[in-house]
């Protein structure tokens, strides 16, 4: 069996949170929102198996803030929610921490310390 990329579950993580955010806004039934009990049920399986061969950090960071821009474009495109310049300024610093933070992990090619 071929082993998953931990990124894979990274992205997967991404994924479900946006789910069942999604569920908070639309669930009205039982079932409904047992279906959102149990995406959350997934996301933090993904979310664990990604911290295994991942900074947890680094994880949380991507996590965090796919869930926070996710949101905000869910409420917009999907709730015809109003988007400010502050929220999308606010995006951009997210994403662009995410970035840099991977990119500070990322371990020397040479053997030499720093």
């Known amino acids: 069996m071929k082993k998953f990329n931990p990124w894979m ?7 479900f949170e946006l789910l069942w955010v999604y569920g908070f806004n639309t669930a009205s039934k ?8 149990a995406g959350i049920g997934l996301d933090f399986y ?7 061969s991942l900074p947890t950090g680094t994880v949380y960071a991507v996590f965090a803030a796919v869930g926070a821009a996710g949101t905000v474009l869910m409420d917009r495109f ?3 929610e109003p988007l400010s310049a502050g929220q999308v300024i606010c995006m951009a610093i997210l994403v662009s ?3 840099i933070l991977k990119l500070s992990d990322e371990k020397p090619s040479s053997g030499g310390a720093l």
């Open 30 to 37: 039982g079932w409904q929102w047992g279906l959102v009990l």
């Open 78 to 80: 999907l709730f015809q």
């Open 46 to 52: 993904f979310l664990f198996r990604a911290c295994q």
């Open 97 to 99: 921490g995410v970035v």
């Open 9 to 15: 579950f990274v992205a997967l993580t991404c994924l």
